[in-house]
């Protein structure tokens, strides 16, 4: 069975082939869900030729726009879909931190069930958007970025849990002369303090998974770990842990190839 997935984020769109029992992925900025998901799917056909999906399903912020043109496809929570994914691929994990361009998700397992979530989406404060501001701001590329917080031996202290205030605070910093690396790095650790400070109480016990775009950054996983005191796991593909969940929850329906998916796009 060949199934197709998606994770349509408000910032970036994953799309994910299971084929012969392995699973790949194609992303790229969300610039309209149908525009870019047609995008990746004439990409995927050039890839692998016109295959034919046997089973389709999606998940993320923009699922329910993609029910109306596919209405037999499976749709699933970002939530259930990150579980299922991290449960699969490790499966003594007790909690999974996932962040996305435009929100982020703490959830916490016991005896291998959700005992525990929340999603951040009232502020950017704990949000990829946020670094990728201050990177604009700071005319820093995102690897950049990282390297010089790494680098940082005396963050500043960002805490403000605004995005639009720890960025005044940021510039504040840059006006009296601060160092650069010290500034993101401050931003760096206000991002995960932000979102440790979602769970009101609630314990975040390793083993811990680190998820989403998010965990690309070594020195967000280095924050994440100086603030729980214990090691976090970056899966090898971070950013489509969500269109693989959703992957394992597709059962077998219409079949439909590549170009025919296209056509309806």
């Given at each position: 069975m060949i199934k197709l997935s998606g994770d349509i984020g408000n910032g970036n769109l994953k799309l994910g082939i299971s084929l012969n029992g392995d699973f790949f992925g194609l992303y790229q900025q969300n610039l309209g869900i149908k525009k870019t998901l047609r995008e990746l799917v004439e990409k995927t056909r050039q890839m692998y030729g016109d295959l034919t999906i046997n089973a389709m399903s999606f998940t993320g912020a923009g699922r329910h726009h993609l029910k109306w043109i596919f209405p037999f496809a499976t749709v699933k929570t970002e939530i259930l879909c990150q579980y299922r994914a991290i449960t699969s691929l490790y499966p003594h994990a007790n909690s999974i931190i996932e962040i996305g361009k435009e929100d982020s998700k703490v959830i916490t397992l016991r005896d291998k069930v959700i005992d525990y979530f929340l999603m951040n989406t009232l502020c950017g404060g704990g949000a990829g958007a946020y670094i990728?501001?201050?990177?604009?701001?700071?005319?820093?590329?995102?690897?950049?970025?990282?390297?010089?917080?790494?680098?940082?031996?005396?963050?500043?202290?960002?805490?403000?849990?605004?995005?639009?205030?720890?960025?005044?605070?940021?510039?504040?910093?840059?006006?009296?002369?601060?160092?650069?690396?010290?500034?993101?790095?401050?931003?760096?650790?206000?991002?995960?303090?932000?979102?440790?400070?979602?769970?009101?109480?609630?314990?975040?016990?390793?083993?811990?998974?680190?998820?989403?775009?998010?965990?690309?950054?070594?020195?967000?996983?280095?924050?994440?770990?100086?603030?729980?005191?214990?090691?976090?796991?970056?899966?090898?593909?971070?950013?489509?842990?969500?269109?693989?969940?959703?992957?394992?929850?597709?059962?077998?329906?219409?079949?439909?190839?590549?170009?025919?998916?296209?056509?309806?796009?």
């Open positions: 990728e501001t201050v990177c604009f701001r700071f005319n820093l590329g995102l690897a950049e970025f990282d390297n010089l917080a790494l680098q940082a031996e005396k963050p500043v202290n960002i805490s403000s849990k605004c995005s639009v205030l720890g960025m005044s605070s940021a510039l504040s910093y840059l006006q009296r002369g601060e160092e650069t690396k010290n500034i993101v790095a401050g931003i760096v650790r206000a991002v995960a303090r932000n979102i440790l400070s979602m769970v009101k109480g609630k314990q975040i016990k390793p083993p811990c998974v680190f998820t989403g775009g998010g965990a690309l950054l070594k020195s967000l996983k280095k924050a994440f770990e100086e603030e729980l005191g214990f090691e976090v796991t970056v899966p090898v593909s971070p950013i489509f842990t969500g269109a693989y969940g959703a992957s394992l929850y597709a059962q077998e329906n219409k079949n439909l190839t590549l170009k025919q998916m296209i056509s309806v796009l």
